[in-house]
């Protein structure tokens, strides 16, 4: 039987995502080499931790390079917050440091907070992902219309594309995509793990998500 | 829109959920699995787990609690009480919280916060703040930072430290006013409201609440992006729900 690959790259818990992918229905292993990603049926890279740590940590572990194979080669991906962010060309987190460029984009920080509006960094807490009319939503994110879903973050994705940006939320006036993706991957900037009802409904989708 | 936060907190000790008035008078509330279920299913934005009994031999029984939590409710969980070195920070995000409040520690060895909003990230880590008014020579109020649950006076200024441990990089500070704490007449809403202006870090209003109007009160005049409140939620006398629907009806954004 193929499992659901969580990528370990040893930052932090990997308790309540691993947790959260069991109840939605999954066989979870936990991923530490490269070898260990040769009998998987999706791949879930959680984000805890810095950019530059996480890149770092996947590039001399060889797990990159591993994950980027298996994307080309279709395996259903998703990112998590710092998952998603990795996902992209570069970061500005501490420097400019390297991702793996699955989709061309920039991660930057949020502008400085501005306690007065009741805009303060982290942005963290319950807000929006909002989808743009007219056109399809994303099956992995089609539970998310008008729910809340669980944000924490200081920096956010930018990719090249529009058509990369599959949902988007405001903080304060300031918009930024929580959600990208292409082909048979997706990132999303808020915790389904995190996110109750809302986030079991889209780690479900994931995992029957046929890309 | 982001939403105000609305965080039933379960102080514990020894493993189960205690609750007391002005820092004594400890009863016995339940058991915190129990509490964070009910709490989850009444669509709580986050659980906050404090442990008032912290000390070297029940740190063990406390990780269990949070591991045990983490695995039936999804959702966010802070978690503090007698955080002292970057180990406990660790041991408490390892076993599945999501955050760790900082008290006591902070006051002694303000590096402390420093160092680990550097190594966890600011979202990481929250700085608890006990604030009691004080007067001095007549002079404006001003309130200042107590320790060990309350007992011991640090002449600290308490709106200062909260900037201070602010710019060290906490990302969210938990303020408690003693004095309001267990009184159920609502939140201290000049210390709130000082505190909320003062600081770019998030701000979550405790100690006082007694029914929903305080909350309100709390999230606009208080200027908080949060609040806490114990007692009013374990004793069933309003459910979540009950207080989304009128914070909601007043104006305020909130996720129902």
Redesign the interface.
């Given at each position: 039987m193929k499992t659901i690959s969580l990528i370990d790259y040893g930052m932090?818990?990997m308790?309540?995502i691993a947790?959260?992918l069991e109840?939605a229905g999954g066989k979870v292993q936990l991923v530490k080499t490269p070898e260990e990603l040769d009998n998987t049926s999706r791949i879930v890279l959680p984000g805890v931790?810095?950019f530059r740590d996480c890149a770092a940590a996947l590039k001399a572990s060889g797990l990159g390079d591993a994950i980027k194979e298996k994307c080309a080669e279709g395996t259903p991906y998703l990112g998590i917050c710092l998952g998603m962010q990795v996902m992209l060309t570069s970061s500005r987190e501490f420097g400019l440091h390297s991702g793996l460029n699955l989709i061309r984009g920039t991660v930057k920080p949020f502008p400085e907070?501005h306690?007065?509006r009741?805009y303060?960094?982290?942005?963290?807490?319950?807000?929006?992902i909002l989808f743009a009319s007219g056109k399809e939503i994303h099956p992995v994110l089609k539970p998310l219309q008008k729910q809340?879903v669980?944000y924490?973050?200081?920096y956010y994705c930018a990719p090249e594309n529009p058509e990369h940006i599959l949902g988007v939320c405001?903080?304060g006036e300031f918009p930024f995509a929580s959600a990208i993706g292409r082909d048979n991957m997706v990132g999303v900037q808020f915790?389904p793990?995190?996110?109750?009802r809302a986030?079991?409904a889209l780690l479900e989708a994931f995992l029957k998500w046929n890309p | 829109m982001l939403s105000k936060r609305i965080i039933p907190c379960l102080d514990v000790a020894h493993g189960r959920v205690v609750k007391g008035v002005q820092f004594v008078d400890i009863i016995d509330a339940g058991d915190p699995v129990e509490a964070a279920i009910r709490y989850d299913e009444q669509g709580a934005d986050e659980l906050c787990f404090l442990d008032i009994r912290a000390s070297h031999e029940s740190r063990d029984t406390l990780y269990h609690m949070v591991t045990d939590v983490a695995e039936h409710v999804f959702m966010p969980l802070t978690v503090g009480g007698g955080v002292k070195e970057i180990a406990d920070i660790e041991n408490l995000l390892h076993a599945g919280a999501d955050k760790v409040s900082i008290n006591t520690a902070a006051i002694f060895n303000p590096e402390f916060v420093k160092e680990a909003a550097e190594r966890f990230g600011s979202s990481t880590i929250v700085v608890a703040v006990d604030a009691k008014r004080v007067q001095k020579n007549g002079t404006d109020d001003h309130w200042e930072c107590f320790t060990h649950g309350g007992r011991k006076p640090t002449g600290i200024n308490a709106v200062e430290w909260a900037k201070r441990m602010s710019d060290y990089g906490a990302g969210e500070i938990l303020l408690t006013s003693m004095d309001c704490d267990g009184t159920k007449n609502g939140y201290d809403i000049p210390l709130t409201r000082a505190v909320a202006e003062a600081i770019p870090a998030n701000v979550i209003a405790s100690g006082g609440v007694g029914n929903l109007e305080h909350m309100a009160e709390g999230l606009t005049d208080g200027k908080a992006d949060a609040v806490l409140a114990a007692s009013i939620f374990h004793f069933g006398e309003y459910t979540i729900a009950e207080a989304k629907n009128y914070l909601a009806d007043k104006g305020i954004p909130v996720r129902i």
């Open positions: 932090g818990n308790h309540s947790k959260a109840q931790g810095a907070s306690p007065e009741g303060k960094i982290p942005h963290m807490g319950w807000n929006d809340q669980y924490v973050h200081s405001s903080y915790h793990e995190k996110s109750q986030g079991m | -």
